[in-house]
């Protein structure tokens, strides 16, 4: 197992992995001139942009889906003091229908299964915690790198 200081190290690059990863992902995508293959990344936007269009058929149709804004009881929520208490409400029912939310995993930890070298990173496959009875096995890739560069970054696949 990874000490608790080195595990708190790698749980700060995986709770940068969506964060960083989708920012830069779409940051590229939306904004190609200030990439150095600009004219690359604006035709992987135009292959990708319908998929952020609905199909003809639908669009404008947004189901008949009741309203956030309503309680349950059917008022409307008209003040920001009524949202907290509707928020409220839909966390209750939602928490009532799935059960209460696994508390925090504060002092995570997990075992390197195995560390390959590659291209310009390193691989770990790594066994850990993602609920506090349930473990799984995932890629952590860490890019090379000294000092602040090295814990800016990382990838986990799980």
Request: charged share 20%; glycine share 8%; net charge negative.
């Amino acid at each position: 197992m990874v000490s608790v200081p080195e595990a708190a190290w790698y749980m700060r690059v995986l709770e940068n992995l969506l964060t960083l990863g989708m920012a830069f992902a779409i940051g590229c995508a939306v904004n190609p001139q200030n990439s150095e293959k600009g004219l690359e990344h604006a035709i992987l936007w135009d292959t990708i942009a319908p998929y952020f269009t609905p199909p003809a058929q639908y669009k404008g149709q947004y189901g008949s889906f009741r309203s956030p804004l309503k309680f349950y009881n059917g008022d409307t929520v008209t003040t920001p003091q009524e949202w907290k208490q509707r928020r409220s409400e839909i966390y209750h029912q939602w928490e009532s229908m799935l059960g209460k939310w696994p508390p925090l995993i504060t002092d995570p930890s997990f075992e390197i299964i195995e560390t390959v070298y590659r291209e310009s990173f390193t691989q770990h496959l790594i066994r850990f915690f993602w609920t506090p009875n349930e473990q799984t096995t995932g890629y952590l890739l860490i890019p090379d790198g000294e000092g602040k560069t090295r814990g800016s970054y990382g990838l986990l696949r799980a």
